[in-house]
């Protein structure tokens, strides 16, 4: 059971982890939104998204995780990041 509390506990500093680098780029995509506005770019940029897509899909591929879920998890991310660049900066 010390084996199982010692992993777990490896864990939640990884969620800590995940959490502190969620927080630190969404704070970066909330300046590109607002460079985005003061340029009149569109809140999305598909190209960039399909670019970076590929890219983290080759990466997770290396790394041997489910790329489907990689897939999701990015999607949802930058879906996140365009409802808030149109809720803040293209009213």
Excluded: C, W, Y
Excluded at 17 to 26: D, G, H, I, V
């Amino acid at each position: 059971m010390k084996e199982l509390h010692s992993i777990r506990k490896e864990i939640d500093a990884i969620n800590t982890e995940l959490l502190s680098l969620l927080a630190k780029r969404f704070s970066l995509t909330r300046k590109i939104g607002e460079l985005k506005h003061v340029h009149g770019l569109p809140p999305k940029d598909t190209k960039r998204e399909a670019a970076q897509l590929e890219k983290i899909v080759t990466q997770a591929k290396k790394l041997k995780l489910e790329t489907n879920l990689i897939t999701k998890i990015f999607q949802l991310i930058v879906e996140e990041v365009v409802k808030e660049h149109k809720k803040n900066t293209h009213p």
